[in-house]
């Protein structure tokens, strides 16, 4: 799938199929999130990926806007050490992981963003580090739109030179 394809189609997947991810899947999700560009070239991000039942069940109950985690086979873990660019850069390595997942047929979601702080005792994240978000990987359970979003109209949205100068 191109880049456009994939972000024309990516929608929020929140229901897994029972099937695991396979590592060459994984690899590539994570090192989609590592190859992502970064200000000042900082890579503020750590990446934790659970495939442990019991661990995934934890991170559900941990996550109140996301307990959907806990059914999925897979979750990354996003943290991120406490720098200038490290939220922007982290959302940036984010993005790219659900899209390297997307176009690999591989569902996923944003859970939390903050509130995730007991998440660091259940996996020995270091204090000094926050935790952004988790990311709950797997094959969708049912086909999900495939590009069918409620977006405003770009012309709503896109400016041409000056604010107020439509993009049409």
Known sequence: MDVFEAIRTLLAVRRYQDKPVPDAVVRRIVEAGRLTGSG????????IVIRDGETLRGLGALASSGPYVA???????????????????????????????WADGVGSNWVGFGGLE??????????????????????????????????????????????GRPFE
């Open 40 to 47: 000042m070239n900082g890579q503020p991000w750590h990446f």
């Open 118 to 163: 007991e998440v660091k005792a259940l996996l020995n994240i270091p204090v000094e580090l926050d935790v952004l978000a988790i990311l709950p990987l797997g094959y969708p359970i049912e086909a999900v739109g495939r590009g069918k979003k409620g977006r405003k109209p770009l012309g709503t949205v896109a400016r041409r030179e000056r604010f």
């Open 71 to 101: 059914q999925a086979p897979l979750a990354i873990v996003v943290a991120t050490d406490k720098t200038r660019f490290a939220v922007s850069d982290a959302s940036r390595a984010i993005q790219s992981m659900l899209l390297t997942a």
